[in-house]
Protein backbone atom coordinates (compact mmCIF):
# COMPACT_ATOMS: atom_id res chain seq x y z
CA UNK A 1 0.00 0.00 0.00
CA UNK A 2 0.98 3.04 -0.64
CA UNK A 3 1.61 6.00 1.84
CA UNK A 4 -0.12 9.33 1.55
CA UNK A 5 3.57 11.16 1.05
CA UNK A 6 4.01 9.09 -1.84
CA UNK A 7 0.55 9.72 -3.42
CA UNK A 8 1.03 12.67 -3.41
CA UNK A 9 4.16 12.93 -4.82
CA UNK A 10 2.86 11.14 -7.33
CA UNK A 11 0.05 13.37 -8.23
CA UNK A 12 2.60 16.23 -8.32
CA UNK A 13 4.47 14.45 -10.66
CA UNK A 14 1.90 13.49 -13.31
CA UNK A 15 0.67 16.89 -13.67
CA UNK A 16 1.56 18.25 -16.64
CA UNK A 17 2.85 21.84 -17.10
CA UNK A 18 0.94 24.70 -19.00
CA UNK A 19 1.08 25.23 -22.29
CA UNK A 20 1.75 29.28 -23.76
CA UNK A 21 -1.25 30.79 -25.26
CA UNK A 22 0.19 33.54 -27.63
CA UNK A 23 -3.24 35.31 -27.67
CA UNK A 24 -3.76 35.92 -24.20
CA UNK A 25 -2.98 39.17 -22.15
CA UNK A 26 -1.28 37.73 -19.67
CA UNK A 27 1.41 36.84 -22.00
CA UNK A 28 1.27 40.35 -23.93
CA UNK A 29 -1.20 40.06 -26.84
CA UNK A 30 -2.75 43.08 -27.60
CA UNK A 31 -6.03 43.49 -29.58
CA UNK A 32 -5.09 46.09 -32.36
CA UNK A 33 -8.83 45.97 -33.65
CA UNK A 34 -12.37 44.33 -33.63
CA UNK A 35 -15.06 43.93 -36.27
CA UNK A 36 -17.92 44.50 -33.72
CA UNK A 37 -19.23 42.94 -30.42
CA UNK A 38 -22.64 42.28 -29.10
CA UNK A 39 -20.46 43.84 -25.47
CA UNK A 40 -17.56 45.94 -24.49
CA UNK A 41 -14.97 46.73 -21.79
CA UNK A 42 -14.71 42.97 -20.21
CA UNK A 43 -18.62 42.27 -19.92
CA UNK A 44 -20.91 39.55 -21.52
CA UNK A 45 -20.24 39.01 -24.89
CA UNK A 46 -17.31 41.42 -25.24
CA UNK A 47 -14.39 41.05 -27.73
CA UNK A 48 -12.42 40.39 -23.83
CA UNK A 49 -14.12 37.38 -23.64
CA UNK A 50 -12.39 35.86 -27.06
CA UNK A 51 -8.98 35.51 -25.16
CA UNK A 52 -9.85 35.69 -21.64
CA UNK A 53 -8.86 32.05 -20.90
CA UNK A 54 -12.03 30.62 -20.02
CA UNK A 55 -14.72 29.07 -21.54
CA UNK A 56 -17.68 30.35 -19.38
CA UNK A 57 -18.55 33.61 -21.26
CA UNK A 58 -17.98 33.95 -24.66
CA UNK A 59 -18.20 36.74 -27.30
CA UNK A 60 -21.06 37.72 -29.51
CA UNK A 61 -21.59 39.51 -32.84
CA UNK A 62 -23.39 42.46 -33.29
CA UNK A 63 -27.33 41.76 -34.61
CA UNK A 64 -27.28 41.76 -37.95
CA UNK A 65 -23.12 41.02 -38.19
CA UNK A 66 -22.95 38.10 -37.91
CA UNK A 67 -20.30 37.09 -40.14
CA UNK A 68 -17.25 38.51 -41.86
CA UNK A 69 -16.16 40.54 -39.15
CA UNK A 70 -12.05 40.38 -38.28
CA UNK A 71 -10.10 40.66 -34.92
CA UNK A 72 -6.33 41.22 -34.87
CA UNK A 73 -3.92 41.09 -32.45
CA UNK A 74 -0.92 42.11 -32.22
CA UNK A 75 1.69 39.53 -29.56
CA UNK A 76 4.80 40.21 -27.89
CA UNK A 77 7.37 39.12 -29.89
CA UNK A 78 7.79 36.78 -33.07
CA UNK A 79 6.22 33.00 -32.08
CA UNK A 80 6.64 29.86 -33.22
CA UNK A 81 3.16 28.56 -33.18
CA UNK A 82 2.18 24.96 -33.37
CA UNK A 83 -2.09 24.87 -32.32
CA UNK A 84 -4.51 26.83 -32.93
CA UNK A 85 -7.93 26.41 -30.97
CA UNK A 86 -11.84 27.21 -31.31
CA UNK A 87 -14.27 27.03 -28.71
CA UNK A 88 -18.43 27.16 -29.17
CA UNK A 89 -18.66 25.51 -25.68
CA UNK A 90 -21.62 27.10 -23.12
CA UNK A 91 -23.02 29.42 -25.56
CA UNK A 92 -26.49 30.09 -26.50
CA UNK A 93 -27.71 27.51 -28.86
CA UNK A 94 -30.57 26.64 -27.17
CA UNK A 95 -32.42 30.39 -27.02
CA UNK A 96 -30.70 31.18 -30.67
CA UNK A 97 -30.36 27.89 -32.75
CA UNK A 98 -27.14 28.06 -35.02
CA UNK A 99 -25.45 31.28 -33.33
CA UNK A 100 -22.35 29.11 -32.92
CA UNK A 101 -19.27 29.63 -34.98
CA UNK A 102 -18.72 27.07 -37.50
CA UNK A 103 -15.76 28.74 -40.00
CA UNK A 104 -12.93 30.55 -38.67
CA UNK A 105 -10.67 31.73 -41.04
CA UNK A 106 -6.75 31.91 -39.39
CA UNK A 107 -4.28 34.54 -40.88
CA UNK A 108 -0.67 35.19 -39.71
CA UNK A 109 1.57 37.76 -40.06
CA UNK A 110 3.56 41.04 -39.00
CA UNK A 111 3.26 44.92 -39.80
CA UNK A 112 -0.26 44.57 -41.07
CA UNK A 113 0.71 42.10 -43.74
CA UNK A 114 -0.87 38.83 -43.26
CA UNK A 115 -0.86 35.29 -45.15
CA UNK A 116 -4.15 33.00 -44.67
CA UNK A 117 -3.42 29.54 -43.01
CA UNK A 118 -6.62 27.80 -43.01
CA UNK A 119 -10.43 28.40 -42.85
CA UNK A 120 -11.04 26.11 -39.16
CA UNK A 121 -14.29 24.20 -39.08
CA UNK A 122 -16.08 23.67 -35.54
CA UNK A 123 -19.14 21.88 -34.31
CA UNK A 124 -21.67 23.07 -32.00
CA UNK A 125 -20.29 23.04 -28.14
CA UNK A 126 -17.58 21.51 -29.50
CA UNK A 127 -13.36 22.60 -28.40
CA UNK A 128 -10.91 22.01 -31.41
CA UNK A 129 -7.31 21.60 -31.71
CA UNK A 130 -6.17 22.51 -35.08
CA UNK A 131 -2.11 21.96 -35.45
CA UNK A 132 -0.19 24.23 -37.47
CA UNK A 133 2.75 23.45 -39.65
CA UNK A 134 6.20 23.01 -38.50
CA UNK A 135 7.96 26.05 -38.68
CA UNK A 136 4.45 28.74 -38.67
CA UNK A 137 5.75 31.67 -36.98
CA UNK A 138 3.91 35.27 -36.53
CA UNK A 139 4.19 38.39 -34.86
CA UNK A 140 0.86 39.58 -35.53
CA UNK A 141 -2.73 37.17 -35.79
CA UNK A 142 -5.98 37.77 -37.59
CA UNK A 143 -9.38 35.99 -37.11
CA UNK A 144 -12.20 36.06 -39.63
CA UNK A 145 -15.76 34.86 -38.54
CA UNK A 146 -16.65 33.68 -41.96
CA UNK A 147 -19.53 31.52 -41.11
CA UNK A 148 -21.91 30.03 -38.53
CA UNK A 149 -24.41 27.32 -38.10
CA UNK A 150 -27.29 28.76 -39.85
CA UNK A 151 -28.19 32.07 -37.55
CA UNK A 152 -28.89 35.21 -39.31
CA UNK A 153 -28.81 37.40 -36.12
CA UNK A 154 -25.71 36.64 -34.52
CA UNK A 155 -22.66 34.52 -33.90
CA UNK A 156 -20.91 33.47 -30.78
CA UNK A 157 -17.67 31.98 -30.10
CA UNK A 158 -16.59 30.78 -26.39
CA UNK A 159 -12.52 31.06 -26.83
CA UNK A 160 -10.00 31.19 -29.13
CA UNK A 161 -6.15 30.30 -28.09
CA UNK A 162 -2.98 30.04 -29.74
CA UNK A 163 -0.17 27.70 -28.58
CA UNK A 164 3.70 28.01 -29.04
CA UNK A 165 6.88 29.64 -28.13
CA UNK A 166 8.10 32.69 -27.88
CA UNK A 167 10.52 33.23 -30.94
CA UNK A 168 12.70 36.02 -29.75
CA UNK A 169 13.05 38.63 -26.38
CA UNK A 170 10.62 40.88 -25.42
CA UNK A 171 11.43 44.80 -25.82
CA UNK A 172 11.13 46.53 -22.57
CA UNK A 173 7.96 48.69 -23.15
CA UNK A 174 7.91 52.25 -22.49
CA UNK A 175 5.10 52.72 -19.80
CA UNK A 176 6.47 55.72 -18.46
CA UNK A 177 4.26 59.03 -18.34
CA UNK A 178 0.82 60.56 -18.33
CA UNK A 179 -2.31 59.20 -19.32
CA UNK A 180 -6.29 59.85 -19.37
CA UNK A 181 -7.85 57.00 -18.55
CA UNK A 182 -11.46 56.43 -17.08
CA UNK A 183 -10.41 56.67 -13.16
CA UNK A 184 -9.37 60.09 -14.11
CA UNK A 185 -5.24 61.49 -15.13
CA UNK A 186 -2.73 58.97 -14.26
CA UNK A 187 1.37 59.17 -14.03
CA UNK A 188 3.82 56.11 -14.59
CA UNK A 189 7.09 56.35 -13.66
CA UNK A 190 9.94 53.44 -14.44
CA UNK A 191 13.05 52.01 -13.12
CA UNK A 192 14.52 48.92 -14.99
CA UNK A 193 11.60 46.55 -14.30
CA UNK A 194 10.53 47.96 -11.50
CA UNK A 195 7.03 50.56 -12.39
CA UNK A 196 5.21 52.55 -9.90
CA UNK A 197 2.59 55.58 -10.19
CA UNK A 198 -0.31 57.87 -9.20
CA UNK A 199 -3.73 58.89 -10.26
CA UNK A 200 -5.81 61.53 -9.50
CA UNK A 201 -9.31 59.13 -8.66
CA UNK A 202 -8.91 59.85 -4.71
CA UNK A 203 -5.72 62.07 -2.67
CA UNK A 204 -2.93 59.30 -2.21
CA UNK A 205 -4.03 56.93 -5.01
CA UNK A 206 -1.25 54.83 -5.70
CA UNK A 207 -0.24 51.67 -7.87
CA UNK A 208 3.08 49.76 -7.74
CA UNK A 209 4.67 46.61 -9.16
CA UNK A 210 6.64 44.84 -11.96
CA UNK A 211 7.19 44.91 -15.41
CA UNK A 212 7.00 41.56 -17.28
CA UNK A 213 7.54 41.34 -20.51
CA UNK A 214 4.80 43.59 -22.11
CA UNK A 215 2.79 43.53 -19.12
CA UNK A 216 2.94 45.59 -15.97
CA UNK A 217 1.34 43.81 -12.96
CA UNK A 218 0.44 46.34 -10.03
CA UNK A 219 -0.86 46.80 -7.17
CA UNK A 220 -3.14 49.73 -6.56
CA UNK A 221 -4.06 51.46 -3.09
CA UNK A 222 -6.47 53.64 -1.88
CA UNK A 223 -7.34 55.12 1.44
CA UNK A 224 -10.82 56.26 1.51
CA UNK A 225 -11.73 57.75 4.92
CA UNK A 226 -8.68 56.73 6.59
CA UNK A 227 -9.17 53.58 5.28
CA UNK A 228 -7.19 51.60 3.09
CA UNK A 229 -8.82 49.69 -0.38
CA UNK A 230 -6.53 47.49 -2.31
CA UNK A 231 -6.56 45.48 -5.72
CA UNK A 232 -4.50 44.26 -8.31
CA UNK A 233 -4.67 45.29 -12.10
CA UNK A 234 -2.75 44.40 -15.00
CA UNK A 235 -1.78 47.08 -18.20
CA UNK A 236 0.01 46.98 -21.14
CA UNK A 237 1.37 49.99 -23.55
CA UNK A 238 -0.44 49.96 -27.27
CA UNK A 239 2.62 49.28 -29.99
CA UNK A 240 2.63 52.74 -30.96
CA UNK A 241 3.21 54.03 -27.31
CA UNK A 242 -0.26 56.12 -27.74
CA UNK A 243 -2.85 54.01 -25.31
CA UNK A 244 -2.43 52.60 -22.11
CA UNK A 245 -4.87 49.45 -21.63
CA UNK A 246 -5.05 47.34 -18.46
CA UNK A 247 -7.76 45.35 -16.44
CA UNK A 248 -8.04 45.74 -13.03
CA UNK A 249 -8.98 43.30 -9.54
CA UNK A 250 -10.90 43.56 -6.42
CA UNK A 251 -11.56 41.17 -3.50
CA UNK A 252 -10.25 38.65 -6.01
CA UNK A 253 -12.67 39.19 -8.83
CA UNK A 254 -12.21 41.29 -12.24
CA UNK A 255 -14.04 44.73 -12.24
CA UNK A 256 -13.27 46.23 -15.59
CA UNK A 257 -11.44 48.18 -18.23
CA UNK A 258 -8.73 51.31 -17.35
CA UNK A 259 -7.79 52.18 -20.03
CA UNK A 260 -6.81 55.92 -21.51
CA UNK A 261 -4.36 57.88 -23.81
CA UNK A 262 -1.43 59.61 -23.36
CA UNK A 263 -1.88 63.01 -22.12
CA UNK A 264 -1.60 65.87 -23.91
CA UNK A 265 1.27 68.38 -22.28
CA UNK A 266 -0.34 70.16 -19.27
CA UNK A 267 -2.80 67.83 -19.17
CA UNK A 268 -1.08 64.57 -16.80
CA UNK A 269 -2.11 64.21 -13.37
CA UNK A 270 -1.94 66.50 -9.97
CA UNK A 271 -0.24 63.60 -8.22
CA UNK A 272 3.34 63.10 -8.35
CA UNK A 273 4.53 59.68 -8.31
CA UNK A 274 6.45 58.66 -5.23
CA UNK A 275 8.93 55.41 -5.23
CA UNK A 276 7.66 53.35 -2.18
CA UNK A 277 11.00 51.31 -1.13
CA UNK A 278 10.34 47.65 -0.78
CA UNK A 279 11.63 47.96 2.50
CA UNK A 280 9.04 50.99 3.70
CA UNK A 281 6.00 48.88 1.85
CA UNK A 282 6.74 45.79 3.98
CA UNK A 283 7.36 47.28 7.09
CA UNK A 284 3.99 49.47 5.94
CA UNK A 285 2.10 46.35 4.87
CA UNK A 286 3.61 43.08 6.78
CA UNK A 287 3.67 41.90 3.24
CA UNK A 288 5.40 42.29 -0.50
CA UNK A 289 4.35 40.89 -3.88
CA UNK A 290 7.04 39.97 -5.88
CA UNK A 291 6.09 39.58 -9.57
CA UNK A 292 9.89 40.49 -10.40
CA UNK A 293 10.61 36.88 -9.61
CA UNK A 294 9.41 34.08 -12.59
CA UNK A 295 9.19 30.67 -13.29
CA UNK A 296 8.63 28.91 -16.54
CA UNK A 297 5.91 26.58 -16.58
CA UNK A 298 6.18 24.25 -14.33
CA UNK A 299 9.44 24.94 -12.95
CA UNK A 300 10.85 25.94 -9.75
CA UNK A 301 14.14 27.60 -11.32
CA UNK A 302 14.02 31.25 -11.35
CA UNK A 303 14.43 32.55 -14.79
CA UNK A 304 17.07 34.89 -15.63
CA UNK A 305 14.66 37.60 -16.07
CA UNK A 306 14.38 37.25 -12.15
CA UNK A 307 18.04 38.30 -11.36
CA UNK A 308 17.10 41.83 -10.81
CA UNK A 309 14.60 41.51 -8.26
CA UNK A 310 16.88 39.20 -6.45
CA UNK A 311 20.13 41.57 -6.51
CA UNK A 312 17.91 44.27 -5.25
CA UNK A 313 15.74 41.97 -2.67
CA UNK A 314 19.35 40.90 -1.05
CA UNK A 315 20.13 44.19 -1.26
CA UNK A 316 17.42 45.56 1.47
CA UNK A 317 17.82 42.12 3.53
CA UNK A 318 21.72 43.19 3.97
CA UNK A 319 20.88 46.58 4.62
CA UNK A 320 18.20 45.74 7.48
CA UNK A 321 20.35 43.03 8.93
CA UNK A 322 17.41 42.64 11.73
CA UNK A 323 14.80 41.14 9.29
CA UNK A 324 13.69 38.05 8.80
CA UNK A 325 11.15 37.07 5.80
CA UNK A 326 9.05 34.52 5.25
CA UNK A 327 9.50 33.37 1.50
CA UNK A 328 5.78 32.39 0.04
CA UNK A 329 5.07 30.22 -3.31
CA UNK A 330 1.62 30.99 -4.64
CA UNK A 331 0.20 29.46 -7.99
CA UNK A 332 -2.81 29.25 -10.18
CA UNK A 333 -5.70 27.01 -9.91
CA UNK A 334 -4.27 24.80 -13.17
CA UNK A 335 -3.07 21.25 -12.40
CA UNK A 336 -4.25 19.79 -8.98
CA UNK A 337 -3.69 20.66 -5.35
CA UNK A 338 -1.22 18.21 -4.67
CA UNK A 339 1.04 19.85 -7.81
CA UNK A 340 0.65 22.93 -6.88
CA UNK A 341 1.81 23.13 -3.20
CA UNK A 342 4.66 20.71 -4.09
CA UNK A 343 5.75 23.40 -6.89
CA UNK A 344 4.58 26.26 -4.63
CA UNK A 345 6.90 25.01 -2.00
CA UNK A 346 10.12 24.35 -4.48
CA UNK A 347 9.84 27.54 -5.80
CA UNK A 348 9.86 29.17 -2.38
CA UNK A 349 13.14 26.81 -1.50
CA UNK A 350 14.55 27.61 -4.60
CA UNK A 351 14.58 31.68 -4.22
CA UNK A 352 15.79 31.44 -0.55
CA UNK A 353 18.86 29.09 -2.27
CA UNK A 354 19.71 32.11 -4.86
CA UNK A 355 19.18 34.91 -1.43
CA UNK A 356 21.75 32.58 0.25
CA UNK A 357 24.12 32.64 -2.91
CA UNK A 358 23.84 36.17 -2.82
CA UNK A 359 25.36 36.63 0.87
CA UNK A 360 22.03 36.46 3.05
CA UNK A 361 22.03 33.72 6.44
CA UNK A 362 19.76 30.99 5.70
CA UNK A 363 18.10 31.74 9.00
CA UNK A 364 16.75 34.84 8.47
CA UNK A 365 14.84 32.99 5.70
CA UNK A 366 11.38 30.94 6.41
CA UNK A 367 10.33 28.99 2.80
CA UNK A 368 6.81 28.37 2.44
CA UNK A 369 4.57 27.37 -0.27
CA UNK A 370 0.86 28.01 -0.28
CA UNK A 371 -0.48 26.48 -3.79
CA UNK A 372 -3.76 28.08 -5.08
CA UNK A 373 -4.92 28.37 -1.13
CA UNK A 374 -4.40 32.49 -1.26
CA UNK A 375 -5.65 33.48 -4.49
CA UNK A 376 -5.48 37.46 -5.34
CA UNK A 377 -8.00 37.40 -8.57
CA UNK A 378 -10.33 35.35 -10.16
CA UNK A 379 -8.64 31.94 -11.48
CA UNK A 380 -11.20 31.94 -13.82
CA UNK A 381 -9.25 34.35 -16.30
CA UNK A 382 -5.67 33.92 -17.74
CA UNK A 383 -5.19 37.60 -16.22
CA UNK A 384 -6.93 36.23 -12.78
CA UNK A 385 -4.19 33.01 -12.95
CA UNK A 386 -0.72 35.42 -13.85
CA UNK A 387 -1.49 37.54 -10.87
CA UNK A 388 -1.82 34.39 -8.71
CA UNK A 389 1.22 33.05 -9.68
CA UNK A 390 3.42 35.45 -7.62
CA UNK A 391 6.62 35.17 -4.61
CA UNK A 392 5.54 37.23 -1.76
CA UNK A 393 7.76 38.06 1.03
CA UNK A 394 6.13 38.62 4.65
CA UNK A 395 7.75 39.87 7.91
CA UNK A 396 8.82 36.95 10.66
CA UNK A 397 8.97 38.22 13.99
Known amino acids: ?56 KGWCSPQGKPTGLEFVWDLDTSWELQAFVVSTRNLQEGEYPGISAKTVELQLGS ?30 VKVVIAANHGNREFTEIAELEMYGARGAPVATPKIAGDYQTN ?23 AVSGTLTGRNARVVWTEYPGGGVRQ ?25 GVWAGPRAEPG ?20 RLVLYGIRFDSGSDIPTSESDATLDSLSAMLKENPEVRVRIEGHTDSTNTDA ?12 VLSALVK ?15 AKPLADNATAQGRALNRRVEISLVP
Not at 358 to 364: L, M, V, W
Request: net charge positive; glycine share 14%.
Open 111 to 140: GGQFRKIGAFQVGKGERKEYPLPKGTTARQ
Open 1 to 56: MMTLPLVLALAAVAAPAERLNALAFDNGAVLLSEGGSYGEGVGGWSAWNLTDGSEA
Open 339 to 350: YNLDLSQRRAQK
Open 358 to 372: RGIDAKRLEPKGFGR
Open 183 to 205: YGPMRFAQEGDEVYGCYDWTEGA
Open 231 to 255: GTATFTVSPDGRNLWGVWFEHGEIQ
Open 267 to 286: EGPKCTPRRVSRMEALRKEG
